[in-house]
């Protein structure tokens, strides 16, 4: 099923794994657009792999920007996932906001898929969601969390949720 900003269904992708990498790619792409339809202000959305490898986009944007903004913030990523909280402890970030006056970039990890590596290999995959600068955040932010769960059947290891972190489903 695909599903809107609230996690209701709406209609045609299906929830069941895809058996190729391009199936899952083609899912993935399918639910990376609705994403982008569905999300008021959101204007664009990339998977990429944490050593910066562009894995899949919307079908509109332009694959030299995509690989530019993959290299970008798979290195944004790793620089957040390095620092040390409070704690003195190294924890993967849940999600790193970049604000500018032109656009709002969400980054956040998206879980470990094999349908990204030829070599049959698990590969780790960051999102990153573009928002008009006007976007409410918290909307953005919300839907980017229900979109990385939509992910989950189609990676071998999916993103799981954190101490106080829910997906907002009953």
Request: proline share 5%; aromatic share 6%; with cysteine.
């Amino acid at each position: 099923m695909a599903y809107d900003v609230n996690g209701t269904t709406t209609g045609v992708i299906s929830d069941l794994p895809a058996t190729s990498p391009d199936e899952v790619k083609g899912q993935m792409t399918r639910l990376l657009e609705q994403f982008v339809d569905d999300t008021p202000g959101v204007t664009d959305a990339l998977l990429l792999s944490r050593d910066g490898m562009q894995q899949v986009r919307c079908s509109h944007m332009e694959a030299d920007w995509a690989d530019e903004l993959a290299a970008a913030f798979a290195g944004m990523a790793g620089l957040a996932a390095g620092v040390s909280g409070p704690m003195r402890a190294k924890l993967p970030p849940q999600q790193v906001l970049v604000e500018r006056d032109d656009a709002l970039f969400l980054v956040t990890d998206a879980g470990v898929g094999r349908a990204f590596n030829k070599s049959g290999g698990s590969v780790a995959t960051v999102l990153v969601v573009l928002a008009r600068a006007d976007a409410n955040i918290g909307t953005v932010a919300y839907a980017t969390g229900r979109l990385v769960t939509r992910f989950a059947p189609f990676m071998t290891t999916p993103v799981r949720a954190r101490d106080g972190q829910s997906d907002g489903a009953a």
